[in-house]
């Protein structure tokens, strides 16, 4: 449809998930095709994510097969998550976000929660929510054959060594310490 997604965070240090469109040159964006996604369960639906730290800010964001675009978050950053942001039920941070962006130009937000969403109806998760309890997934990726989601989540305490996880095609995101976790970045 002409439109791409780019994760970034801007000059005040916090997130923001931006739509654009192709210009006439489809290998180049719009400049003034630029909406920023308005987070719905954000303090007046602003249109960036606030982030506490300048680290841990996540940035990854890809398709999945059900044609949803999932949104990694970190979870605020500094060490050992101060404003325990990944467990927190009310936070963005710390999570994967799922959403529906095959939406009009003219939504005021750029998105829908998917009714799928495992928290849509909840009176303190953020509907969007589709996975909690990240550090940083920083890059993630959908096998093409199976259609599960690998997940590589920043480490702590432990040098050297990052986490992989596994999140089942069909599975229903939820706590990420219910994904099938790998200790190492080598396993």
């Not at 469109?21 to 489809?26: C, T, V």
């Not at 059900?66 to 990944?86: F, R």
């Amino acid at each position: 449809n002409g439109r791409f997604f780019v994760n970034f965070t801007n000059s005040d240090g916090h997130t923001v998930v931006a739509r654009f469109r192709r210009s006439g040159n489809p290998l180049v964006a719009d400049p003034n095709s630029r909406f920023d996604l308005r987070w719905i369960s954000a303090l007046n639906s602003e249109p960036f994510i606030r982030q506490p730290f300048a680290n841990h800010n996540g940035g990854h964001l890809a398709f999945g097969a059900d044609g949803l675009l999932y949104i990694g978050l970190g979870d605020g950053g500094s060490g050992n998550d101060p404003q325990n942001n990944a467990q927190s039920r009310t936070a963005l941070l710390g999570k994967m976000l799922r959403i529906a962006v095959n939406v009009p130009d003219s939504n005021q937000n750029g998105y829908v929660v998917p009714p799928s969403n495992p928290f849509v109806g909840s009176a303190d998760i953020p509907w969007e929510v589709w996975s909690f309890g990240w550090r940083n997934p920083w890059r993630y990726s959908f096998d093409r054959e199976t259609g599960d989601l690998w997940i590589a989540d920043v480490g702590q305490s432990n040098p050297g060594y990052e986490e992989v996880n596994l999140q089942p095609a069909g599975s229903d995101g939820g706590d990420s310490e219910q994904c099938d976790g790998r200790s190492d970045a080598a396993y």
